[in-house]
């Protein structure tokens, strides 16, 4: 089971029908898919790629000393403490993330773009008027949206018996996910069916998701995905990750239209910045509770 890879350049052809539906199935049906012929250009990904690659040099060392790295290194004396002894409860860490993490002020207007783009295909395909999503996370223009980009690094992990995961499962709270991972070390897995598939590397793809923004305007009908990264004992992974939200003081809710499908459950009004409250504290735990604790706000 692969998730779907969509080349994006057929959306402006004769093939823009077919292409519009292979998006509206990845955000129905996958909640993620991967962009081909995006509009980004090849070079200023390679750019990118090799950004990521001198600040992790120059990071290598800082995250020794980080505080995954320490958990780590404590739990294994525990266990040395107790070499030859019969331990049928071996500790695991599984409530911290072997990642390492800073920001990037580059790269940002293209995905940006294409972030816009990719928003205006699932209104048309949500039978929405152009702008929607834009509006409902602008408070029709009165405040910026949030954007940013996230560069993780997950270093090869020593102790794969102790440490499984690179990210915990969660779903992004926000709108929508762009991901431009790794072209050879893997990891990345979205819960589907019951069953983690992996969203296989592909070269100069970018990831696409969908936050629990996008499920409550579309009032149910694109779903926010449970992902996770598996910790790996060789390679290290890149992942450059844009978030496109709503501004913290725009208010969220289903969009009205009848389109959107009524019967697929209510969702609240709220604040994004009251979700957001909610969302860090809660952000491994079901998402549910968290509309229901926002709901609760109002």
Same mark, same amino acid.
């Given at each position: 089971?692969?998730?779907?890879?969509?080349?994006?350049?057929?959306?402006?052809?004769?093939?823009?029908?077919?292409?519009?539906?292979?998006?509206?199935?990845?955000?129905?049906?996958?909640?993620?898919?991967?962009?081909?012929?995006?509009?980004?250009?090849?070079?200023?990904?390679?750019?990118?790629?090799?950004?990521?690659?001198?600040?992790?040099?120059?990071?290598?060392?800082?995250?020794?000393?980080?505080?995954? /790295? &320490?958990? *780590?290194?404590?739990?294994?004396?525990?266990?040395?403490?107790?070499?030859? %002894? @019969?331990?049928? =409860?071996?500790?695991?860490?599984?409530?911290?993330?072997?990642?390492?993490?800073?920001?990037?002020?580059?790269?940002?207007?293209?995905?940006?773009?294409?972030?816009?783009?990719?928003?205006?295909?699932?209104?048309?395909?949500?039978?929405?008027?152009?702008?929607?999503?834009?509006?409902?996370?602008?408070?029709?223009?009165?405040?910026?949206?949030?954007?940013?980009?996230?560069?993780?690094?997950?270093?090869?992990?020593?102790?794969?018996?102790?440490?499984?995961?690179?990210?915990?499962?969660?779903?992004?709270?926000?709108?929508?996910?762009?991901?431009?991972?790794?072209?050879?070390?893997?990891?990345?897995?979205?819960?589907?069916?019951?069953?983690?598939?992996? /969203? &296989?590397? *592909?070269?100069?793809?970018?990831?696409?998701?969908?936050?629990?923004?996008? %499920? @409550?305007?579309? =009032?149910?009908?694109?779903?926010?995905?449970?992902?996770?990264?598996?910790?790996?004992?060789?390679?290290?992974?890149?992942?450059?990750?844009?978030?496109?939200?709503?501004?913290?003081?725009?208010?969220?809710?289903?969009?009205?239209?009848?389109?959107?499908?009524?019967?697929?459950?209510?969702?609240?009004?709220?604040?994004?910045?009251?979700?957001?409250?909610?969302?860090?504290?809660?952000?491994?735990?079901?998402?549910?509770?968290?509309?229901?604790?926002?709901?609760?706000?109002?």
């Amino acid at each position: 089971m692969a998730i779907p890879v969509i080349d994006f350049s057929k959306l402006e052809g004769k093939e823009r029908a077919e292409t519009l539906a292979q998006i509206d199935n990845g955000c129905q049906q996958w909640g993620f898919f991967q962009l081909v012929n995006h509009g980004i250009p090849v070079e200023l990904l390679e750019r990118v790629k090799k950004v990521c690659t001198v600040c992790y040099r120059h990071r290598a060392e800082a995250f020794k000393a980080s505080r995954p /790295v &320490q958990l *780590l290194d404590q739990l294994v004396r525990e266990e040395e403490e107790v070499a030859g %002894e @019969v331990n049928n =409860n071996k500790k695991k860490l599984d409530d911290v993330d072997w990642e390492d993490v800073f920001t990037m002020r580059e790269y940002r207007a293209e995905v940006k773009k294409l972030a816009e783009k990719l928003m205006e295909t699932m209104e048309e395909n949500l039978g929405l008027e152009k702008g929607t999503f834009k509006n409902k996370f602008t408070g029709n223009g009165e405040h910026e949206p949030f954007f940013g980009t996230k560069v993780s690094h997950y270093p090869p992990c020593p102790r794969l018996d102790l440490v499984e995961l690179g990210l915990r499962p969660h779903t992004d709270a926000g709108g929508v996910i762009l991901l431009f991972q790794d072209d050879r070390v893997g990891g990345l897995q979205i819960l589907k069916d019951g069953e983690w598939v992996d /969203v &296989q590397p *592909l070269a100069n793809a970018i990831v696409i998701n969908t936050g629990d923004q996008i %499920e @409550v305007v579309s =009032n149910g009908r694109y779903k926010s995905v449970w992902h996770r990264v598996l910790a790996t004992g060789n390679g290290n992974r890149r992942s450059v990750a844009s978030f496109y939200n709503p501004s913290v003081k725009a208010v969220i809710c289903p969009a009205s239209a009848s389109a959107v499908d009524e019967t697929t459950g209510a969702y609240p009004e709220f604040l994004f910045g009251d979700y957001m409250d909610v969302y860090v504290k809660q952000k491994y735990m079901p998402k549910e509770p968290r509309f229901e604790a926002v709901k609760a706000i109002n």
